[in-house]
């Protein structure tokens, strides 16, 4: 099973940036799929997350309102549109899937991707 984050890069304060998450190596069944991140001297955390029928979605507060993560079964692919970013966006995000529970920010996550670099400048 692989996870290949994409779609980081370079956006000024206040522009939108969409980052997606293929995966490969089998069946798309995981149950639930989200994204985390880390900043620079920080601990990496929970941003959203998502359930196999798209319901159960779950963001953190630094990012609700902003960001909308969404799914699409038939492309092994989950998406996190980044809208009204801010410099303390700044971080690596990762994508991350669980096979029978949530993701959450209290569990590890059963596989990990890559990380994708989103850099904000103000």
């Known amino acids: 099973v692989q996870l290949q984050a994409s779609g980081g890069g370079l956006v000024q304060s206040g522009g939108s940036l969409r980052l997606s998450c293929s995966a490969s190596g089998r069946t798309f069944s995981f149950y639930s799929m989200g994204w985390f991140r880390q900043a620079p001297g920080k601990e990496r955390e929970f941003v959203a997350r998502?359930?196999?029928?798209?319901?159960?979605?779950y963001y953190a507060d630094s990012v609700k309102g902003r960001f909308t993560i969404s799914r699409d079964n038939t492309k092994n692919t989950v998406y996190l549109q980044m809208n009204s970013v801010k410099p303390e966006d700044t971080a690596v995000y990762f994508c991350?899937?669980?096979?029978?529970?949530?993701?959450?920010?209290?569990?590890?996550?059963?596989?990990w991707g890559q990380g994708t670099l989103v850099t904000v400048s103000s």
């Open positions: 991350a899937a669980n096979e029978r529970i949530y993701i959450s920010s209290s569990t590890a996550p059963d596989y």
């Open positions: 998502i359930v196999w029928n798209s319901a159960g979605i």
